[in-house]
T-cell receptor
Framework: DTGVSQDPRHKITKRGQNVTFRCDPISEHNRLYWYRQTLGQGPEFLTYFQNEAQLEKSRLLSDRFSAERPKGSFSTLEIQRTEQGDSAMYLC?????????????????FGEGSRLTVL | AQTVTQSQPEMSVQEAETVTLSCTYDTSESDYYLFWYKQPPSRQMILVIRQEAYKQQNATENRFSVNFQKAAKSFSLKISDSQLGDAAMYFCASHQGGSEKLVFGKGTKLTVNP
């Protein structure tokens, strides 16, 4: 088990460009989450998936943001027409609903994050 | 709506000493969970300790323990015998039963001095 992995770790882009982040959750974790963390703040919930279904989206997730998890494994988070306010760390996390695993109810396993800087 | 407040932006402790990080929360739900997460510099966030609201007994995990005061909506983290590796950002978070969203506080940066 290699943990939650995110790619790229760092992305610098110019305002107006599109960016895409990828998250590979822990295998067999059927729930996957995206959070955003800005400097000096705690993470803020963006969205989550159960398998391939996107079940909840935060109001923070404007129409420029789209997340997918097409086969219920990895997920992508795309930001279109980036703005300087999008600069943040984007965190992915996963957990299992199977209480037999280490991931008990409420415990999330986080990746190291993808840091976005919009110039 | 849930809110989580951490009133200490920074704390410091001497190695081997004890430190307490404060957290207060607000929720209208009776079914909820509380967590402390640790985020070392440039590394992933990891769970330190969790507390189910329906349990009166305070959770403990080795050197980490909580003081859960349900009526006061307070959830502090005590770190005993502090070690250099404990230096990190610590986030308090709450999770309501039936919701998939964790609500985090702004964090407390803990420095451990040798």
């Amino acid at each position: 088990d290699t943990g939650v992995s995110q790619d790229p770790r760092h992305k610098i882009t110019k305002r107006g460009q599109n960016v895409t982040f990828r998250c590979d959750p822990i295998s067999e974790h059927n729930r996957l989450y995206w959070y955003r963390q800005t400097l000096g703040q705690g993470p803020e919930f963006l969205t989550y998936f159960q398998n391939e279904a996107q079940l909840e989206k935060s109001r923070l997730l404007s129409d420029r943001f789209s997340a997918e998890r097409p086969k219920g494994s990895f997920s992508t988070l795309e930001i279109q027409r980036t703005e300087q306010g999008d600069s943040a760390m984007y965190l992915c996390a996963s957990r299992s609903l199977d209480f037999g695993l280490a991931g008990n109810d409420g415990e999330l396993f986080f990746g190291e994050g993808s840091r976005l800087t919009v110039l | 709506a849930q809110t989580v407040t951490q009133s200490q932006p920074e704390m410091s402790v001497q190695e081997a000493e004890t430190v307490t990080l404060s957290c207060t929360y607000d929720t209208s739900e009776s079914d909820y969970y509380l967590f402390w997460y640790k985020q070392p510099p440039s590394r992933q966030m990891i769970l330190v300790i969790r507390q189910e609201a329906y349990k009166q007994q305070n959770a403990t995990e080795n050197r980490f323990s909580v003081n859960f005061q349900k009526a006061a909506k307070s959830f502090s983290l005590k770190i005993s015998d502090s070690q250099l590796g404990d230096a990190a950002m610590y986030f308090c978070a709450s999770h309501q039963g039936g919701s998939e969203k964790l609500v985090f506080g702004k964090g407390t940066k803990l420095t451990v001095n040798p």
